[in-house]
């Protein structure tokens, strides 16, 4: 299983970012993906989940309104478009493979990427 983020960089409030993560080894039968971001003194959040079988998705409250998840199977890229984005949504992001959206996200995953980084400065 692998999973490799890229899209990210330095952008100003209100700015937008889409990211991807290019996923192989295995199919939506086997995991979602999910985003997550770390920030320096903060936890771990799960920001939004996909499932790949039936196209549901999921969101924090932080990122509702603001950041849409979607997927391309033919290509095995999920993306994540963030709009408006503000200062606290500096972090680093990452997908992961997740068993399922509704159980085991945001709470975890199984498999990683090793993230790209989102710097939100004016």
């Given at each position: ?8 960089g330095s952008v100003q409030p209100g700015g937008s970012l889409r990211l991807s ?29 996909i499932s790949q079988k039936d196209g549901r998705t999921y969101y924090a409250k ?41 159980i085991y996200w945001p709470y975890g995953f199984d498999y990683r990427g090793q ?8």
């Open positions: 299983v692998q999973l490799v983020e890229s899209g990210g993560c290019a996923t192989s080894g295995f199919t939506a039968d086997d995991f979602a993906v999910g985003w997550f971001r770390e920030a320096p003194g903060k936890e771990r959040e799960g920001v939004s989940c932080s990122a509702k309104g603001r950041f849409t998840i979607s997927s391309d199977n033919a290509k095995n890229v999920v993306y994540l478009q963030m709009t408006n984005l503000d200062f606290e949504d500096t972090a680093l992001y990452y997908c992961g493979a997740v068993l399922d959206c509704i993230g790209t980084q989102v710097t939100v400065s004016s």
